[in-house]
């Protein structure tokens, strides 16, 4: 086997790579921070912007720490300070220590996860509304602000999520979408399906006369009576995948219209008003398992795709049929590894579109539509 440093057939070595990337910090990146996290994170997103001032802006920050049994898995909410463009000096940005923790990034509050969080998306009606995919069927709803903080140590029980969504028969593990629009949540699993819940129905059970006789349970060791987590079930069950559903998107502006891409090679579009069949089915999206999907919200027409053959494809749902029928308008092909993330960035009248892939090889590629 080769050792870390080495190089495969003409190849640059991982570390070699790295140093040229360093190098060019400072002209590829406006301002760069450096924070070395004590256990991996699975999941990584940016929640809402916290405050403005003159040279840097307050910005919530959400991540999964991954750990190895010894003390529990964690969801984490921090806070990072972003600097504005042209203010941190090339130097500064460049001369990062690799071990050291960012004065930038400091803990809000860490949350217990009863498993791996796999993906994290916020509610964007609520910014402290955060759901969670783990290694199980059930969707996690977590209110940041009220939640209490805690200290991961060993044997340190579970956090309490504020709501449950329940309604998958098998594991669910990645496939997590929030609606721009309204208060929906989507996801896909391992059963073959793709769920949608309204977390305006869990507001709506609360105000009900009868669900305050079974919000309290008595579990306690000493005999007190523990609130009940909350769980509501699906407004929809939409089967049309003959494999697990990797990923999930709703449409920007309607949240009853929603996409799915999964390991059948197949995109299908749904729309909840017209029952729980597919609208449009795309057999083969791809000529592999299709890992990630993107609607594009500044042309909802535009719907990205990412896949196992290596490639992110570009689908006009204006060109697709029931039937199937339909190519991609455009293929940007350049990676070496499957694409596991596809999303739409829309900067200076561009439609730029970036793709991640990780397996044997990392990379980041940003691509012009006019060029793919």
């Known amino acids: 086997m080769k050792e870390r440093g080495q190089s495969h057939a003409g190849q640059p070595s991982v570390d070699e790579r790295y140093t040229q990337w360093k190098s060019l910090v400072p002209v590829l990146y406006d301002w760069l921070a450096n924070h070395n996290l004590v256990w991996p994170s699975l999941s990584c997103r940016w929640g809402p912007q916290m405050h403005q001032a003159t040279y840097k802006n307050s910005q919530r920050l959400y991540l999964s720490e991954q750990t190895d049994g010894t003390v529990p898995n964690t969801l984490v909410i921090a806070t990072c300070e972003v600097v504005k463009p042209r203010v941190a000096a090339a130097e500064h940005i460049s001369q990062f220590n690799e071990e050291a923790r960012s004065p930038f990034v400091k803990k809000f509050k860490t949350i217990i996860h009863p498993g791996e969080v796999n993906r994290i998306r916020e509610l964007p009606q609520n910014s402290k509304i955060v759901a969670t995919h783990t ?32 309604g998958h028969k098998d594991n669910a593990e990645f496939a997590l979408a929030m609606s721009p629009s309204a208060p929906f949540v989507l996801s896909g699993g391992k059963d073959k399906c793709v769920l949608l819940w309204s977390i305006q129905d ?16 008595p579990s306690s060791a000493h005999g007190e009576r523990i609130p009940k987590i909350p769980s509501i079930g699906p407004r929809g069950v939409y089967k049309g995948h003959k494999d697990t559903v990797e990923d999930v998107q709703f449409c920007p502006s309607n949240a009853q219209e929603f996409c799915s891409v999964g390991d059948d090679s197949s995109l299908i579009l749904w729309d909840a008003r017209n029952g729980n069949e597919p609208v449009i089915k795309v057999e083969k999206a791809h000529n592999a398992d299709l890992h990630c999907v993107d609607w594009n919200p500044h042309d909802e027409n ?12 570009m689908f ?20 070496s590894a499957p694409v596991l993330c596809v999303q739409n960035i829309f900067n200076k009248g561009l439609l730029v579109t970036c793709a991640h892939a990780v397996v044997s090889r990392q990379s980041i590629c940003l691509w012009k539509r006019s060029r793919g």
């Open 135 to 166: 290694d199980g069927p059930d969707v996690l709803i977590w209110d940041v602000d009220t939640q209490p903080n805690r200290q991961a140590t060993l044997g340190a029980a579970n956090s309490r999520p504020d709501l449950v969504l329940t």
């Open 202 to 217: 869990h507001i709506s059970a609360a105000t009900e006369p009868s669900s305050a006789k079974a919000s309290k349970t």
């Open 302 to 313: 535009l719907i990205l795709t990412g896949s196992a053959d290596n490639s992110v494809r």
């Open 316 to 335: 006009d749902r204006r060109n697709l049929t029931s039937s199937g029928v339909g190519s991609p308008v455009h293929k940007f092909e350049g990676h």
